[in-house]
């Protein structure tokens, strides 16, 4: 080992990479570096990463108190800079104890530190006032705590540089949001329950029929119960990803939780509803009861996450993500579906029509098109050329062979 990790002991320590599901900045990618000791969460690191991978922002750094003292810290912060070697790192404003592990910390790269340099550097990823204005509060605290907290690497540490932020505010690039598109195809959300220990046997039976026991969950769930909170991904493993996140930080309920992921396409003729693009997934904020088409949902225990269990449905359900709010519920919601999303007396699960074998293909319809009429413009301009000809030489001429005589004609 090199570095602040070959300070830890042998304890089982872990380091996992996970997306942070917030919404701060909306083009940026948050991320959670997650510290695990002996399969405990004991710290995490919250950043978020520019669209182009050359800017990240740190947002906290935090260890727990019973694992303090260890060097957590410093790993975790090594880990970061290891994973973006060549991107401008804005460390932002620190707490008391932040800038004491600061002044500790020496694993530090002055020359991609957005402290130690100036702004024309760096001020289209980072707002520079705000900028300014941290490395004041840092300079502050230091001063008060009797730290040096690396001044000597710092550009200009300690001067007055509200001018010189002011100057360069007009060079920050707000990145946009390239987040899935909820038209354009299928996205999965996820969901933790806690399941009668009865439905949790069918459910986990692997001799039964996948999409009958999806069903069944689906029933105990309610059809219009799918979650209004939730992230919707363009691929399960990011939901389930979402759900695990979510365990590290609740133990105590993992042997009875059972991890259900929702794979859903908005429904025909509805318009599209209010929703925030993130970098990596969809979310429904104050959602009115959104109509979706439910093709396919997987399952898995916490304890095991290597055994997923899949359904696919071949005609998709009709079903629903929850409002958040009951009273501001949409007609067409409440028509269908009480306050716990069950479906009302006279209300019966519905299926979409069979015989749409190509939705959700536009693209590559498309491109098969355009690949099929360039090859018939192809054969179109082949065709048309003239016929080859074989060109006989003056000297050649008399030594070519007699035509066959015709046969004489029958009469």
Do not use: C
């Amino acid at each position: 080992m090199a570095g602040a990790e070959a300070q830890l002991d042998n304890a089982g320590t872990a380091l996992w990479l996970t997306d942070w599901p917030t919404d701060v900045m909306q083009g940026w990618t948050p991320r959670r570096l997650l510290a695990m000791v002996g399969g405990v969460q004991a710290g995490h690191l919250d950043f978020i990463v520019h669209p182009d991978g050359q800017a990240l922002s740190v947002w906290m750094l935090e260890v727990e108190p019973e694992f303090q003292r260890r060097n957590l810290a410093s790993v975790m912060m090594d880990a970061l800079y290891a994973a973006h070697p060549t991107a401008w790192i804005d460390h932002g404003g620190r707490s008391q104890d932040g800038v004491r592990w600061w002044d500790r910390y020496t694993g530090q790269d002055p020359a991609r530190n957005i402290h130690n340099r100036p702004p024309q550097e760096w001020a289209q990823y980072f707002e520079a006032p705000a900028v300014m204005a941290q490395r004041a509060r840092n300079a502050y605290l230091n001063r008060m705590n009797g730290l040096d907290g690396h001044g000597a690497a710092e550009y200009r540490y300690g001067e007055r540089l509200e001018v010189e932020g002011a100057q360069w505010a007009s060079a920050y690039r707000q990145a946009r949001a390239q987040g899935p598109d909820p038209v354009a195809g299928e996205l999965h959300g996820g969901l933790r329950l806690v399941l009668p220990a009865e439905l949790q046997r069918v459910l986990f039976d692997g001799r039964r029929g996948a999409a009958v026991r999806a069903e069944r969950l689906l029933d105990h769930i309610g059809h219009g119960s799918l979650p209004h909170g939730a992230g919707w991904h363009t691929t399960a493993r990011a939901a389930f990803e979402d759900m695990a996140h979510e365990q590290v930080f609740d133990p105590a309920s993992a042997n009875t939780m059972t991890h259900v992921t929702f794979r859903v396409r908005l429904a025909a003729g509805q318009e599209v509803p209010r929703h925030d693009v993130r970098a990596t997934w969809v979310s429904y904020p104050d959602s009115p009861g959104i109509q979706v088409e439910l093709t396919g949902m997987a399952w898995r225990a916490p304890q095991t996450p290597w055994v997923t269990h899949t359904a696919e449905f071949d005609r998709p359900i009709d079903a629903a993500i929850a409002p958040k709010y009951w009273h501001a519920a949409s007609e067409q919601y409440r028509a269908r579906f009480d306050e716990i999303g069950e479906l009302k007396p006279g209300q019966r699960p519905r299926r979409a029509e069979a015989g749409e074998p190509f939705a959700g293909r536009e693209a590559e319809i498309a491109a098969m098109a355009a690949k099929l009429q360039e090859a018939s413009r192809q054969r179109t301009v082949a065709a048309s050329l003239p016929a080859a000809t074989r060109e006989v030489f003056e000297s050649l001429r008399g030594h070519q062979p007699s035509p066959d005589p015709q046969s004489p004609r029958l009469r």
